[in-house]
């Protein structure tokens, strides 16, 4: 049984794999449907790909590549290395102990945090324990 729930990188694949496939379509001016058999795959399998419900194997993607003349990467962004859409979705962990210990300014949506705001983040830290007893 497949699974039905795409990962934050899977939807966002999915996404920008349909939107470079429609471009290159509508450059192409040829029908999604006669595209799809010069390629030998279903008229459905094509129409999830360029509608965003289906992510292509990277065997179809090398075959998409090659059809519209262009590299894999460019069609689909997980052929880059490294992915930049899992440090988009991933982005690095910091320690505000470690900010905090070595007096870097903390901000949150452009604006500095006060000592009194590290303060309540500290008490929600310990009440969820999620911070150890200092």
Sequence with gaps: MSRNISSPI???SKRIISERLQKLISRKKLPQ???AKQLKFSAATMSNYVSGKRLPSPENIEKLAKYFG???EELDPRFNTPSTLEEKHYPKKVDLKELEDKHIAISYGGKDLTDEDLKI???ILKRNDLLENE
Excluded: C, N, S, V
Aim: hydrophobic share 40%; charged share 40%.
């Design 10 to 12: 899977e939807k966002e």
């Design 33 to 35: 449907a006669t595209i």
């Design 70 to 72: 262009i590299k894999p």
């Design 121 to 123: 983040i500290k008490a």
